[in-house]
């Protein structure tokens, strides 16, 4: 019953704080024209596509796959539309995969993207909690307390979040979509940045960005069609928790441990640091690489800051995260966890040039939204599942 | 394809303005009422999708808080489409098609009292050509209508008879919120609102919420004696911009209703989403549904709108009939978008 998926296609913008060069279809039509033509494939090819986005407010426009629609040739097709906060990037292309896995279409074209610019993300991404005065201090506000706590709990040296940083920015300047590129990016220089929400400093932050990812998915018939190596689906999970409860870990918390768990499982995998080779996880805030290397297995709880101090999540280290750069070097907010997957899906294709690792063969994608209680995972392989 | 069923419906009444509870506190009973009806235990539900729109409440991830209506706790498999609950259904019938899940629970809220609803939506128009123009939903569903009349030669007799049946069957639907007993003549004495149409021929404004609960095959059978099948279904959009495409047809619909079988076998009820009254008899052609098939005996959308709902609630009323045994073979359409721009149908069969 559950049919064989693939990526065939991967298309990106230039991300950067204000593309003020093109309108939304503009924006949208540069990931997308990218992703067709990595596949090989053109508008009557595709069956069904499949809009993901952060909240309509960034942009201001209500429902944009309405508007979309013309732009991505939607007119006789099946078009949905996917929100789960930051995760959507990721739950939009696994939305896509089932469509092509229930046998129901053969290529279904993902498409993301956020125009922050367009908006005020910082206060578009401020939850006002119940019976709580709203603070206004975005996700940074709401994220420094948990990674204080992460501190805490693990006693992970201060300059943890550091080299995270370090190490990203340093892969960003690699990739050539990134929005943030620093040529003299230093250690010293992320140290002396100001302190926006400690521990966060400014270049621990992402950016907010203008962009999108677009990604043509197909099935194991549609996919011989396309002339590039094909980054097999192996599993995709997806998990959500409530906001806040008494007994919630928000530092760590469940709904990631327990996707995780499931998406090995699918995948047949036991021991995901050493089976997967490397792993495009969702990191707006440096301090969240360790964090979420324990909350995905790849280390043991309290011990993830270790993996960043002995340069093992390192381009050249024995399990790379984030080579492209991460969010950390583009964050288009819509597009982020697409783009994560499509990370992946391209160092498995042996396409991602100046940060490709050395025989990836089995990656994964991972982003997470909300309060840390929305997650969405995929392991893509070079060989078919 | 794997049998996949609606098994359990819940929904509240729609009222004007719902400003006791809030989206959560509107949900909760709905999400339980559906949940216990189907016999499932929550925890047994594989996978929850929601369908719901920020700019009703106003606010930014309304659906993250609407998850306290389900209790997200162990963590759930959960989904969300800025859309109409309708495709959240369809979502969660592609989730059970993959074998990832033998049930799925469907819910969808709205409040649509929170701003000007008209004027809201506008916001879902070209923003850089059009929506800065300002044209609110009435006005352009008037320019659909009078594409329609001239093109298919009915009038506005024609649409308010539409608008009378409507809300005389809503009076036995306690969920509704405009019921009640005109005459044409009545009707048609008031004043344009937007020529040509009147204020009944516009729906109410509605504050409301519904779920479903589908199940796949013998789990489906469990839950219910008389599962309401999903035979068919399928949705299509159309062009945004208003010079590409027909308003007076709906092509869209035609296709999505030709995919999911409708002209396979008789029809024997339709609920269609129509907030305007030309839209029904623009939907009905296009389905080519018959004189004699009953269409919205609930009241349809021209007696109880909330956005993001309504849709939803077509499926919700012709799986009902279905379940109850009223109907073996019913139809239920959801639209999105100005002037019925994007149409999905499922066709729901009883007795298998």
């Known amino acids: ?385 | 394809m794997r049998q996949v069923a609606v098994v359990s419906f819940a929904q509240s009444p729609s009222v004007r303005r719902e400003t006791d509870l809030n989206e959560v506190e509107m949900l909760m009973p709905v999400v339980h009422e559906a949940v216990a009806r189907s016999g499932l235990a929550m925890r047994e539900i594989g996978f929850t999708v929601s369908g719901s729109s920020d700019y009703l409440a106003g606010g930014p991830f309304s659906f993250v808080s609407a998850l306290d209506a389900v209790g997200a706790w162990p963590p759930i498999v959960e989904s969300h489409v800025e859309m109409d609950g309708a495709f959240a259904l369809y979502e969660a019938w592609v989730k059970l098609q993959t074998g990832e899940a033998d049930s799925a629970l469907v819910y969808a809220f709205g409040k649509s009292s929170l701003g000007d609803v008209a004027e809201v939506v506008t916001l879902q128009l070209d923003p850089y050509y059009v929506a800065p123009l300002w044209p609110d939903a009435v006005s352009l569903a008037a320019l659909q209508a009078r594409a329609f009349l001239e093109a298919s030669g009915k009038s506005e007799r024609d649409l308010a008879a539409v608008a009378v049946r409507s809300r005389r069957d809503a009076r036995k639907n306690p969920m509704a919120q405009l019921a009640g007993e005109w005459s044409v003549e009545d009707v048609l004495k008031d004043p344009y609102l937007v020529a040509p149409l009147r204020r009944h021929d516009c729906p109410p404004i509605s504050d409301g919420a519904a779920a479903i609960v589908l199940a796949a095959d013998d789990v489906a059978r469990r839950a219910c004696r008389r599962p309401a099948w999903i035979s068919g279904i399928d949705h299509r959009m159309e062009p945004h911009a208003l010079g590409l495409r027909d308003l007076a047809r709906s092509r869209s619909t035609a296709e999505a209703g030709e995919r999911a079988g409708v002209g396979r076998a008789a029809v024997d009820v339709a609920e269609l989403h129509a907030p305007f009254t030309h839209q029904e008899l623009i939907l009905r052609d296009a389905l080519r549904l018959d004189d004699r098939v009953p269409v919205n005996p609930s009241g349809g959308a021209l007696a109880a709108n909330p956005l993001m709902v309504a849709g939803l609630i077509r499926i919700g009323e012709a799986a009902r009939r279905v379940m109850e045994g009223d109907a073996t073979r019913a139809v239920a359409h959801a639209t999105s978008g100005p002037c019925l721009q994007q149409n999905l149908v499922c066709v729901l069969e009883g007795g298998r």
């Not at chain 1, 007119?75 to 046998?103: C, D, E, F, Q, Y």
């Not at chain 1, 074209?109 to 991404?125: H, R």
């Not at chain 1, 960005?209 to 099935?219: E, F, I, K, Q, W």
Request: proline share 6%; hydrophobic share 40%; glycine share 10%.
């Open chain 1, 1 to 385: 019953m559950s049919q064989r998926c693939a990526v065939v296609g991967i298309g990106q913008t230039k991300h950067d704080t204000m593309r003020v060069d093109v309108s939304l279809n503009g924006l949208v039509r540069e990931a997308v024209d990218r992703a067709m033509k990595d596949a090989d494939v053109s508008w009557k090819d595709i069956d069904a596509i499949v809009v993901g986005k952060a909240p309509d407010m960034f942009e201001g426009t209500m429902m944009p796959e309405l508007y979309l629609a013309d732009a991505l040739a939607a007119g006789g097709k099946p078009v949905l539309r996917v929100h789960t906060a930051g995760s959507v990037g990721g739950s939009t292309g696994i939305v896509a995969a089932s469509l092509i896995k229930a046998g129901v279409h053969e290529r279904v074209l993902v498409v993301t993207y956020e125009k922050q610019s367009e908006g005020n993300a910082m206060w578009a991404l401020t939850v006002r909690m119940p019976f709580q005065q709203a603070i206004v201090a975005g996700a940074g506000g709401y994220f420094a307390p948990l990674i204080r706590a992460y501190i805490a709990r693990s006693g992970a040296p201060a300059d943890t979040g550091i080299r995270v940083a370090l190490k990203d920015r340093q892969n960003g300047l690699k990739n050539p979509h990134s929005h943030l590129a620093f040529p003299d990016i230093s250690y010293e220089m992320i140290a002396d940045s100001p302190m926006l929400w400690d521990p966060i400093r400014y270049l621990e932050t992402c950016p907010s960005s203008d962009g999108a990812c677009a990604v043509v998915l197909a099935s194991e018939t549609a996919a011989r069609r396309s002339p590039g190596p094909a980054a097999w689906i192996h599993a995709t999970a997806m998990r959500s928790e409530p906001t806040m409860f008494a007994g919630r870990d928000d530092v760590n918390p469940r709904a990631g441990r327990d996707c995780a768990a499931e998406l090995y499982r699918h995948a047949g995998i036991t021991d995901p640091r050493r089976e997967l080779d490397c792993a495009e996880v969702y990191v707006p805030f440096s301090w969240y690489e360790p964090m979420w290397m324990e909350n995905l297995g790849f280390a043991p709880e309290g011990q993830g800051w270790r993996m960043t101090q002995d340069g093992v999540t390192a381009l050249d280290g024995d399990f790379p995260v984030n080579a492209s750069g991460g969010v950390l070097s583009s964050n288009p907010i819509g597009a982020s966890g697409l783009i994560r997957f499509a990370e992946a899906a391209l160092q498995v294709r042996g396409k991602a040039g100046a940060y490709q690792v050395d025989g990836a063969r089995k990656a994964m994608g991972h982003a997470y939204g909300g309060g840390s209680q929305f997650f969405a995972m995929w392991i893509v392989g070079n060989e078919k599942p």
